[in-house]
T-cell receptor, first 114, second 110 residues
Framework: EAGVAQSPRYKIIEKRQSVAFWCNPI?????LYWYQQILGQGPKLLIQ????????DSQLPKDRFSAERLKGVDSTLKIQPAKLEDSAVYLC????????????FGQGTRLTVV | SQKIEQNSEALNIQEGKTATLTCNYT??????LQWYRQDPGRGPVFLLL?????KEKRKERLKVTFDTTLKQSLFHITASQPADSATYLC?????????FGAGTRLTVKP
């Protein structure tokens, strides 16, 4: 079974530029998560989708971050404009359904904002 | 406010000993709790899930306990090996989304 695919693996941008990350979850997984992990910290939930609907985006900085999950399959996360504090690893995860099921994570995209 | 606290940033133990990691939470009433392992440069990998009505769960050398009165979960690795060295994360559900603690970095020395 193929895992969660993310791209790019690494990205370096200047502050105020925009960037987009892509995630392809495991086939058949209804729930998709985007997490931000700053060095030395645990993953912080940014947004959760159930199929193509948003379940929770309470911690997403909506003035600069946006995410979509077209057709309930793959997803993109965008930052525009980027700030220095956005430097982090962005992890995508998927699970079979909401609640009480294990999540499968991609390798993440390491973003450096200079 | 809701908090998930893992006992320490780092834990060093000798090979063969039992490692015990702690996850405490406040202002949550989770239906279940999960433990993940994360290696440098990789995404977290699921290890165990324990439900609120379960006191203990085991998988090979791993054991998890869940005390909803103390609001605490303990994660044990018995007969630890250097290959067990990694960061271990606990995760709680909040309204069907997962929130993580900061993690404990475990180092098992030969």
């Amino acid at each position: 079974e193929a895992g969660v695919a993310q791209s790019p693996r690494y990205k370096i941008i200047e502050k105020r530029q925009s960037v987009a990350f892509w995630c392809n979850p495991i086939s058949g997984h209804a729930t998709l998560y985007w997490y931000q992990q700053i060095l030395g910290q645990g993953p912080k939930l940014l947004i959760q989708f159930q199929n193509n609907g948003v379940v929770d985006d309470s911690q997403l900085p909506k003035d600069r971050f946006s995410a979509e999950r077209l057709k309930g399959v793959d997803s993109t996360l965008k930052i525009q404009p980027a700030k220095l504090e956005d430097s982090a690893v962005y992890l995508c995860a998927s699970s079979l359904r909401e609640g009480m099921t294990e999540a499968f994570f991609g390798q993440g995209t390491r973003l450096t904002v200079v | 406010s809701q908090k998930i606290e893992q006992n320490s940033e780092a834990l060093n133990i000798q090979e063969g000993k039992t490692a015990t990691l702690t996850c405490n939470y406040t202002n949550y009433s989770p239906a279940y709790l999960q433990w993940y392992r994360q290696d440098p440069g990789r995404g977290p990998v699921f290890l165990l899930l324990i439900r609120e009505n379960e006191k203990e769960k085991r998988k090979e050398r791993l054991k998890v306990t869940f005390d909803t009165t103390l609001k605490q979960s303990l994660f044990h690795i018995t007969a630890s090996q250097p290959a067990d060295s990694a960061t271990y994360l606990c995760a709680l559900d909040k309204d069907n989304d997962m929130r993580f603690g900061a993690g404990t970095r475990l180092t098992v020395k030969p």
